[in-house]
Protein backbone atom coordinates (compact mmCIF):
# COMPACT_ATOMS: atom_id res chain seq x y z
CA UNK A 1 0.00 0.00 0.00
CA UNK A 2 1.34 3.52 -0.94
CA UNK A 3 0.39 6.52 0.28
CA UNK A 4 1.85 10.12 -0.41
CA UNK A 5 2.20 13.07 2.21
CA UNK A 6 1.13 16.38 0.80
CA UNK A 7 1.67 19.45 2.39
CA UNK A 8 -0.11 22.24 1.72
CA UNK A 9 0.27 25.98 2.54
CA UNK A 10 -1.78 28.58 2.33
CA UNK A 11 -3.06 29.69 -1.01
CA UNK A 12 -0.98 27.10 -3.01
CA UNK A 13 -3.39 24.41 -2.35
CA UNK A 14 -5.47 24.29 -5.60
CA UNK A 15 -3.09 21.87 -7.35
CA UNK A 16 -2.74 19.55 -4.45
CA UNK A 17 -6.17 19.19 -3.46
CA UNK A 18 -7.45 17.92 -7.54
CA UNK A 19 -4.94 15.00 -6.57
CA UNK A 20 -7.63 14.14 -4.02
CA UNK A 21 -6.90 14.86 -0.36
CA UNK A 22 -9.55 14.24 2.04
CA UNK A 23 -8.56 16.23 5.38
CA UNK A 24 -9.74 19.33 6.87
CA UNK A 25 -9.15 21.50 9.86
CA UNK A 26 -10.77 21.09 13.25
CA UNK A 27 -13.87 22.62 14.30
CA UNK A 28 -14.67 26.25 15.57
CA UNK A 29 -17.86 27.27 17.75
CA UNK A 30 -20.22 29.57 16.39
CA UNK A 31 -19.52 32.99 17.28
CA UNK A 32 -15.88 32.46 17.80
CA UNK A 33 -14.60 34.80 15.41
CA UNK A 34 -13.04 32.28 13.50
CA UNK A 35 -14.39 30.58 10.27
CA UNK A 36 -16.97 27.76 10.64
CA UNK A 37 -14.72 24.59 10.67
CA UNK A 38 -11.64 25.98 11.91
CA UNK A 39 -9.40 25.69 14.83
CA UNK A 40 -7.12 28.30 16.88
CA UNK A 41 -4.61 26.33 14.79
CA UNK A 42 -6.15 27.63 11.55
CA UNK A 43 -6.13 31.17 12.19
CA UNK A 44 -2.76 31.01 11.21
CA UNK A 45 -0.92 32.50 7.67
CA UNK A 46 1.68 30.01 7.41
CA UNK A 47 -0.60 26.62 8.43
CA UNK A 48 0.23 23.42 7.30
CA UNK A 49 -2.40 20.78 6.32
CA UNK A 50 -1.00 17.10 6.27
CA UNK A 51 -2.60 13.86 5.67
CA UNK A 52 -2.23 11.32 2.46
CA UNK A 53 -3.12 11.03 -0.62
CA UNK A 54 -4.01 7.10 -2.12
CA UNK A 55 -1.82 6.41 -4.87
CA UNK A 56 -3.21 2.71 -5.60
CA UNK A 57 -6.25 1.83 -3.62
CA UNK A 58 -6.69 -1.09 -5.72
CA UNK A 59 -8.70 -3.87 -3.36
CA UNK A 60 -10.55 -3.65 -0.11
CA UNK A 61 -7.33 -5.18 1.69
CA UNK A 62 -5.74 -1.60 0.06
CA UNK A 63 -7.99 0.32 2.26
CA UNK A 64 -8.27 -2.12 5.23
CA UNK A 65 -4.50 -1.33 5.93
CA UNK A 66 -4.59 1.97 5.98
CA UNK A 67 -8.33 1.97 8.27
CA UNK A 68 -8.94 2.26 11.82
CA UNK A 69 -12.05 0.66 11.53
CA UNK A 70 -15.00 -0.28 8.54
CA UNK A 71 -18.27 1.19 9.80
CA UNK A 72 -22.24 1.43 8.67
CA UNK A 73 -24.56 4.65 9.44
CA UNK A 74 -26.25 7.52 8.93
CA UNK A 75 -24.95 10.66 7.58
CA UNK A 76 -26.88 12.67 9.93
CA UNK A 77 -26.18 16.33 9.51
CA UNK A 78 -23.70 17.82 7.21
CA UNK A 79 -21.86 21.16 7.19
CA UNK A 80 -20.08 22.81 4.89
CA UNK A 81 -17.20 25.60 4.97
CA UNK A 82 -14.50 27.04 3.47
CA UNK A 83 -10.43 26.27 4.55
CA UNK A 84 -8.10 29.01 2.82
CA UNK A 85 -9.69 28.75 -0.37
CA UNK A 86 -11.03 25.48 -0.17
CA UNK A 87 -14.76 24.20 0.30
CA UNK A 88 -15.02 21.14 2.69
CA UNK A 89 -18.02 19.62 4.49
CA UNK A 90 -17.94 18.45 8.14
CA UNK A 91 -20.82 15.47 8.43
CA UNK A 92 -22.08 14.23 11.74
CA UNK A 93 -22.18 10.37 11.41
CA UNK A 94 -24.19 8.01 13.65
CA UNK A 95 -22.02 4.61 13.29
CA UNK A 96 -24.87 1.83 13.80
CA UNK A 97 -22.70 -0.90 12.78
CA UNK A 98 -18.50 -1.60 13.57
CA UNK A 99 -18.06 -4.22 11.17
CA UNK A 100 -14.19 -4.36 11.28
CA UNK A 101 -11.59 -2.19 13.75
CA UNK A 102 -12.49 -0.90 16.87
CA UNK A 103 -14.20 2.41 17.57
CA UNK A 104 -14.87 3.90 20.67
CA UNK A 105 -18.01 5.83 20.25
CA UNK A 106 -21.70 5.86 17.97
CA UNK A 107 -21.59 9.29 16.55
CA UNK A 108 -18.42 10.91 15.10
CA UNK A 109 -17.23 13.53 12.29
CA UNK A 110 -16.62 12.79 8.74
CA UNK A 111 -14.38 15.20 7.35
CA UNK A 112 -14.01 15.62 3.39
CA UNK A 113 -12.41 17.88 1.26
CA UNK A 114 -15.24 19.35 -1.56
CA UNK A 115 -19.06 19.86 -0.96
CA UNK A 116 -22.19 18.69 -2.49
CA UNK A 117 -21.62 20.97 -5.04
CA UNK A 118 -17.52 21.00 -5.59
CA UNK A 119 -16.14 17.65 -5.57
CA UNK A 120 -12.37 16.70 -6.40
CA UNK A 121 -11.29 13.62 -8.74
CA UNK A 122 -9.97 10.93 -6.21
CA UNK A 123 -12.14 9.67 -2.78
CA UNK A 124 -15.91 9.87 -2.04
CA UNK A 125 -17.90 12.84 -3.05
CA UNK A 126 -19.03 14.80 0.21
CA UNK A 127 -21.56 12.48 2.37
CA UNK A 128 -25.16 13.37 2.11
CA UNK A 129 -27.19 13.82 4.88
CA UNK A 130 -30.44 11.33 5.75
CA UNK A 131 -28.34 9.16 3.76
CA UNK A 132 -27.15 5.42 5.00
CA UNK A 133 -23.44 4.35 4.16
CA UNK A 134 -20.27 1.92 4.62
CA UNK A 135 -17.43 3.44 5.24
CA UNK A 136 -13.35 3.01 6.34
CA UNK A 137 -12.05 5.39 8.14
CA UNK A 138 -8.78 6.41 9.98
CA UNK A 139 -8.49 9.51 12.53
CA UNK A 140 -8.30 12.71 11.32
CA UNK A 141 -5.43 14.60 12.11
CA UNK A 142 -5.14 18.72 11.75
CA UNK A 143 -1.62 18.36 13.18
CA UNK A 144 0.72 15.01 11.82
CA UNK A 145 0.54 12.40 14.34
CA UNK A 146 -1.61 14.19 16.98
CA UNK A 147 -5.27 12.55 16.13
CA UNK A 148 -8.50 14.96 17.01
CA UNK A 149 -10.89 12.45 18.97
CA UNK A 150 -13.76 11.44 17.29
CA UNK A 151 -12.77 12.80 14.04
CA UNK A 152 -12.61 10.99 10.88
CA UNK A 153 -11.92 11.22 7.54
CA UNK A 154 -12.57 8.46 4.42
CA UNK A 155 -9.94 6.55 3.19
CA UNK A 156 -9.20 6.68 -0.21
CA UNK A 157 -12.63 5.39 -2.18
CA UNK A 158 -13.53 3.71 0.40
CA UNK A 159 -17.58 4.67 0.78
CA UNK A 160 -20.57 2.85 -0.23
CA UNK A 161 -23.97 4.82 -0.28
CA UNK A 162 -27.20 2.43 0.21
CA UNK A 163 -29.57 2.98 -2.79
CA UNK A 164 -33.46 1.96 -2.58
CA UNK A 165 -32.99 -1.44 -3.15
CA UNK A 166 -30.65 -1.76 -0.16
CA UNK A 167 -27.27 -2.68 -1.85
CA UNK A 168 -24.96 -0.23 -1.39
CA UNK A 169 -23.37 1.41 -4.39
CA UNK A 170 -19.63 2.46 -4.66
CA UNK A 171 -19.93 6.14 -3.73
CA UNK A 172 -18.01 8.33 -6.69
CA UNK A 173 -17.65 11.29 -7.88
CA UNK A 174 -19.31 10.35 -11.63
CA UNK A 175 -16.48 11.66 -13.98
CA UNK A 176 -13.74 10.60 -11.61
CA UNK A 177 -10.88 8.81 -13.41
CA UNK A 178 -9.51 6.94 -10.75
CA UNK A 179 -9.21 3.53 -10.98
CA UNK A 180 -10.57 1.24 -8.28
CA UNK A 181 -9.15 -2.13 -9.34
CA UNK A 182 -11.38 -4.81 -7.96
CA UNK A 183 -12.76 -2.81 -5.18
CA UNK A 184 -16.02 -4.15 -5.49
CA UNK A 185 -18.56 -1.40 -6.86
CA UNK A 186 -21.72 -3.16 -5.86
CA UNK A 187 -22.24 -4.82 -2.22
CA UNK A 188 -25.48 -6.63 -1.31
CA UNK A 189 -26.87 -6.56 1.84
CA UNK A 190 -26.35 -9.84 2.61
CA UNK A 191 -22.43 -9.82 1.77
CA UNK A 192 -21.29 -6.70 3.96
CA UNK A 193 -20.03 -8.95 7.10
CA UNK A 194 -18.58 -11.81 4.29
CA UNK A 195 -16.77 -8.62 2.24
CA UNK A 196 -15.31 -6.00 4.41
CA UNK A 197 -15.29 -7.94 8.19
CA UNK A 198 -11.80 -9.13 9.15
CA UNK A 199 -13.01 -12.82 9.93
Not at 8 to 30: F, Q
Request: charged residues 20%; glycine residues 10%; negative net charge.
Amino acid sequence: MMKKTYEIITASIAVVLLAGCSTVGATAPAGSGRAPGTSDADTTTEGTLHGSIPVDYLALGDLRTSADAVIRGTAVKTEEFVFQEVPHTRTTFKVTEVIAGQLAVDTIIVRQAGTAQTTFDAGAPALRGSQEYLLYVEPFEFVKGQPEPGEYVIVGPGAWEKDTKGAYKLFRNGATTVDVGKIPTLILPTEVSAQLSDK
